[in-house]
């Protein structure tokens, strides 16, 4: 007898606190191309927020236009309660030292090895001596599960895992509040994406960070997301923890959240009780 489907489940909810980020009508074109039209969302201190979409959705340009990358055509964006847009350099670089951005990819410069390529956020503030400065790279290393071996190594002898994590503690550098991963597990095997999601979750308990992560990978979905928020007819659908979200009536969420692939996806990490003793669907 067929199993039945698992229920989507994710992590209990911290209480809510403040909004660190404030999205309020947002609309952005590119020509006649409308991307975003009339986008709402609010991020809590705190919490995991997983922004998910179809390709072409907008996922990564809402991202680019919260960390002061592009400009809205109309709208309001605030984080920490400032406008990014709108802040003088000096104010915004003081605003941007608040938080870090691993990008897809890891985006390491191929140049530098893995210690400089940590240390250059701090070496951009040029408010340290160079040994403290290597001291507190190293220590950024050591918390992602990395050792102090690693440090001269060059990005081309790095794994795909290591180099996600050598990102993860350039991100970390500067200690900052809020951090944003771009897709952080693509490209991983399940093994290298398991201990990932396990690192973050513990770096979010142990430093009190706030995540907006961008993924399409719904084990990490699952495992992380206090909330999700759909992004979809330049809008977003919901933004809501996974079980509320899968209870909207549209296409997209129907497809992402309840076809055959997101149940695999949720059976392999739920089981259904006896499904491995029967060795039957």
């Not at 592009?70 to 938080?99: C, M, Y």
């Not at 290298?192 to 308990?205: F, K, N, Q, T």
């Not at 992560?213 to 759909?230: E, G, K, N, Q």
Request: aromatic residues 4%; contains cysteine; proline residues 7%.
């Amino acid at each position: 007898m067929p199993a039945a489907p698992t229920t989507l489940t994710a992590p209990p909810a911290p209480a809510r606190g403040d909004p660190v980020i404030e999205v309020h009508d947002l609309v952005k074109r590119y020509g006649k191309a409308v991307v975003h039209d009339g986008v709402n969302l609010d991020v809590y201190r705190g919490e995991v927020l997983s922004i998910v979409g179809g390709s072409g959705s907008g996922k990564t340009v809402l991202l680019r236009q919260i960390v002061g990358l592009e400009r809205p055509t109309s709208g309001s964006i605030r984080v920490f309660g400032e406008d990014p847009n709108h802040l003088k350099p000096a104010q915004l670089q003081a605003l941007r030292n608040r938080w870090g951005l691993q990008f897809q990819g890891g985006a390491l410069f191929s140049a530098l090895s893995v210690i400089d390529n940590i240390a250059l956020p701090l070496r951009e503030l040029r408010a340290l001596p160079d040994n403290l400065i290597c001291q507190a790279a190293l220590l950024k290393l050591q918390m992602v599960g990395l050792s102090a071996r690693d440090a001269d190594k060059m990005p081309a002898d790095l794994s795909g895992g290591m180099v996600k994590r050598v990102a993860l503690a350039r991100a970390l550098a500067l200690e900052p509040e809020l951090v944003f991963l771009d897709e952080p597990t693509a490209g991983l095997d399940p093994m290298a994406s398991d201990g990932y999601v396990a690192l973050i979750r513990e770096l979010r308990r142990e430093l009190g960070l706030t995540v907006v992560m961008i993924t399409h990978d719904l084990d990490t979905l699952v495992a992380l997301s206090d909330r999700v928020a759909v992004l979809a007819d330049h809008k977003v659908l919901a933004a809501a923890p996974i079980d509320e979200v899968v209870k909207v009536d549209h296409p997209f969420i129907h497809e992402y959240f309840l076809g055959e692939r997101a149940q695999r996806a949720m059976q392999a990490l739920h089981p259904a009780p006896g499904a491995a003793q029967s060795g039957e669907a």
